[in-house]
């Protein structure tokens, strides 16, 4: 179990040598600082855009330079020979007021599916703040990258999920033509070139370091890219159909911090002034992003502080990592270092992260479960790849990513600045539930939700309706299934030899299927914790069989249910033949059995989940054994699915095969091969 370490002064303070004044590379500060100031040339705007709004591709690809040796782009010299130009498109902007600017472009931003957010970038660009360019153009390129993967689906059929790919596409070439895609990779999407999506949003460039020119720039390429895709869609006779956004659900599982009020708000704003987890430089993007929660603005408070968040943890990472340089942005030939890097167990040479073992495993898991678990919102990945639909941005998660970062800030910081600060009842709400956090979107997380609402499911089935017992009996030549009682007796045995595993309070001497498979008790055993971070392969194998066969429970429960109800209300309406009266008496029959039996299995696979790491003591042919003993125990569901679905209704058949099934289950404990029986023999040894 990972483990949080004291955090030495040092850390604490995280100060450098030299105070941190940029975070970009001395090569990639003059490419994108200096590079397309040093020509003082410039350019008519009128052989850039027309007075209709329409753009000059010729004058624009013309400047984009190549590389003498082998054709590829000259990306240093495109740079220089484009910031003249991007000059001129900017002052052109500057020019407008947003009514003209609306009736000359507002047509060409149609086919991004974003024109009220294009419009308010070209406003962000009027107010001349560079904490809101940054922010404008951030949303920019999430949403070009996202309406460029609509246009590459016309032609294309799996979309690249990097932007770099998308753009070095030969689906989009056939659309715009490549000196054009070649235009879009000097500004986004190369590390060659000024790369302004990856600076931005993995937190390396501050708002001063973003020129206004190339948002500008940006936004009348988008515009230019409209006018070309006008001329494909009409030459081609196709339709672009834009993707549906991606939609947040089960947002009360997102629920762990109280709401954030007005006082925490202004709390936090001192926080960030004093804390250590913040560069100077980045100091207007915090600001940014508490104003943005304040007017309501919950997707901007987000796209804000996520790379804020990542900028604070790379100066930890570097910090305890002890590699300083590691703080500024990589050159084009080495890879940054982000969140992807940071969160994992071991550096690139091996050595073991210090990271996760300063900021604990609440911390670790609640970025895992927000960034990176595939069941869970994945919220950085969603609003930078245009994903989410940003004016219904649920409050609810931006909640949770700003009052984490107050924990963060409150950690990182010199405890004199902090005393007074953390002793206020709204920032020590935050910081209990921060040290509580479990995690909700692993696996091992999904599972147990998995069962617990199987088990709940099958805990309703006593209160179906059903045929009273006397008219039962009334029935002539009715034969009860001579199974039904061996199965419950083996359900019993197994349950006598698994007791031992169960906490103590639980051993009971008799009724054990009463007793031990209810809703409470397995609600307690999933309240164990159990270690989610970096699980060994063999672990994530074994819980894709634990929650195939959860499901499979789940749908045996649900066709259970609706047969039930169906064949009652037949029944009660006098409509059934007497072939189906004997059927549904089968299946009455039949529950009584497979009710214990679901919740046996339900049991097992909670009680094996608990002593899931044991599973890295098996050898591998003893592993191979183990993994084929849970397949046949998938195998027996699925088949139960087949057989108590409304077209199959083989009630006898259901009652046989669980009988193979336990007497399956009951020589593989008596074995002694099960988990919760090798973690017992490891702590005994």
Same mark, same amino acid.
């Given at each position: ?145 996202? +309406? &460029? ?8 059929? /799996? $979309?690249?999920? %990097? =932007?770099?790919?998308? *753009? ?120 940014? +992003? &508490? ?8 997707? /901007? $408070?987000?796209? %804000? =502080?996520?790379?804020? *968040? ?136 999904? =599972? ?238």
């Amino acid at each position: 179990m990972l483990q949080a370490v004291l955090i030495p002064t040092e850390i604490q303070e995280m100060s450098l040598d030299d105070p941190v004044t940029t975070c970009l590379s001395p090569a990639v500060h003059y490419m994108v600082c200096k590079l397309g100031f040093e020509i003082g040339d410039s350019h008519s705007v009128n052989s850039i855009v027309s007075e209709n709004g329409e753009v000059c591709w010729r004058t624009i690809t013309e400047l984009v330079h190549y590389l003498e040796s082998d054709q590829n782009m000259d990306y240093i010299k495109s740079v220089q020979m484009l910031g003249p130009l991007c000059e001129s498109v900017h002052l052109h902007l500057q020019s407008l007021t947003m009514e003209q600017f609306e009736v000359q472009y507002s047509l060409w931003f149609q086919w991004t599916n974003c024109t009220e957010l294009l419009l308010e970038v070209f406003a962000a660009l009027e107010s001349m703040e560079a904490t809101a360019i940054a922010l404008s153009l951030m949303k920019l390129t999430s949403c070009l990258e996202r +309406a &460029l993967g609509d246009v590459f689906l016309l032609i294309g059929k /799996d $979309c690249p999920f %990097l =932007l770099r790919d998308l *753009l070095a596409s030969q689906e989009l070439a056939a659309v715009f033509g490549q000196s054009v895609m070649n235009v879009l990779r000097v500004f986004i999407g190369s590390p060659y070139g000024l790369n302004l999506r990856n600076i931005l949003w993995h937190g390396f460039a501050s708002p001063q370091e973003i020129p206004a020119k190339y948002c500008s720039m940006l936004l009348i390429l988008t515009a230019g890219l409209g006018q070309l895709l006008k001329i494909y869609l009409l030459q081609t006779e196709t339709i672009l159909v834009h993707r549906p956004y991606i939609a947040f659900t089960n947002l009360k599982e997102l629920d762990i911090f109280p709401d954030i009020n007005h006082e925490a708000l202004s709390l936090t704003e001192e926080l960030a002034k004093i804390s250590s987890f913040v560069l100077k430089t980045m100091l207007p993007f915090w600001v940014a +992003a &508490l104003t943005a929660f304040r007017q309501h603005r919950y997707a /901007d $408070c987000v796209i %804000l =502080l996520l790379p804020q *968040l990542e900028t604070g943890l790379r100066l930890l990472f570097t910090t305890v990592n002890k590699c300083p340089n590691r703080l500024l942005t990589a050159e084009t030939s080495s890879l940054y270092t982000t969140f992807d890097e940071m969160l994992t167990k071991q550096l690139n040479d091996k050595e073991i992260n210090q990271l996760p073992l300063i900021l604990g495993e609440p911390s670790m898991e609640f970025l895992w479960d927000f960034l990176n678990h595939q069941e869970g919102p994945r919220v950085r990945d969603h609003l930078s790849h245009g994903e989410i639909n940003l004016n219904e941005f649920p409050r609810e998660i931006a909640n949770q990513i700003l009052a984490f970062s107050v924990t963060l800030l409150c950690r990182f910081s010199e405890e004199e600045e902090l005393a007074v600060l953390k002793e206020h009842t709204a920032i020590k709400a935050l910081i209990s539930c921060a040290g509580c956090y479990r995690s909700r979107f692993h696996p091992i997380a999904r =599972l147990k939700k998995q069962v617990l609402e199987c088990m709940k499911s099958i805990s309703s089935w006593p209160e179906l309706p059903v045929m009273p017992e006397e008219q039962i009996q009334e029935i002539p030549g009715l034969e009860r299934s001579s199974e039904t009682s061996p199965c419950i007796f083996l359900t019993t045995e197994i349950l006598s030899q698994v007791q031992h595993h169960l906490p103590q309070n639980c051993y009971i001497l008799d009724d054990l299927i009463n007793n031990l498979l209810t809703e409470k008790l397995l609600l307690e055993l999933c309240s164990s914790h159990i270690c989610t971070l970096y699980c060994p392969r063999s672990v994530l194998e074994i819980l894709v069989v634990f929650r195939k066969i959860s499901t499979q429970c789940h749908q045996v429960s649900d066709q259970v249910i609706a047969s039930t109800e169906m064949r009652y209300k037949q029944w009660i309406n006098k409509i059934l033949r007497s072939r189906q009266r004997h059927n549904y008496l089968r299946m009455l029959n039949s529950i009584k059995f497979l009710s214990p039996v679901l919740r046996l299995i339900l049991m097992l696979i909670i009680l094996e989940l608990i002593n899931i790491h044991a599973v890295c003591e098996k050898n591998p042919c003893d592993y191979q054994q183990y993994i084929k003993f849970l397949k046949s125990i998938l195998q027996y569901t699925e088949n139960l699915v087949t057989y108590t679905s409304p077209e199959k209704n083989k009630w006898d058949e259901s009652t046989e095969l669980t009988h193979k099934a336990l007497i399956k289950i009951r020589t593989f404990s008596e074995r002694k091969l099960t988990l919760m029986q090798l973690a017992t023999q490891v702590k005994l040894s």
